[in-house]
């Protein structure tokens, strides 16, 4: 079945970097796109950054461009999400999610917390 392992979340300061990474089975990884979303307490999921299939295209959330780069290494089944500058408001939960013959399928997430 469809699995996908978030991974590399935790206790940061404003201005730091974490990379998380998402490992994905049960499907053919290289055929599909793959995003991230981050929930905030009291907020709804909002959608982070998302690659195409092949990483050649990429797109980000206005609060996140320029700070955040999402990839993936298709030999590994695996989606990353590097965040740099990381600000207080980026604290979330951060899911990963794949969207599969019209079914979306999301990991148990990761939490991500930027306090001083």
């Known amino acids: 079945q469809v699995q996908l392992v978030e991974s590399g979340g935790g206790l940061v300061q404003p201005g730091g970097s974490l990379r998380l990474s998402c490992a994905v089975s049960?499907?053919?990884?290289?055929?599909?796109?793959m995003s991230w979303y981050r929930q905030a307490p009291g907020k709804e999921r909002e959608l982070v950054a998302g690659?195409?299939?092949?990483?050649?295209?990429?797109n980000y959330a206005d609060s996140v461009k320029g700070r955040f780069t999402i990839s993936r290494d298709n030999a590994k089944n695996t989606v990353y999400l590097q965040m740099n500058s990381l600000k207080p408001e980026d604290t979330a939960v951060y899911y990963c999610?794949?969207?599969?013959?019209?079914?979306?399928?999301w990991g148990q997430g990761t939490q991500v917390t930027v306090s001083s």
């Open positions: 999610k794949a969207y599969i013959d019209y079914q979306s399928y």
């Open positions: 049960g499907f053919t990884f290289s055929r599909y796109g």
């Open positions: 690659i195409t299939n092949t990483g050649g295209r990429t």
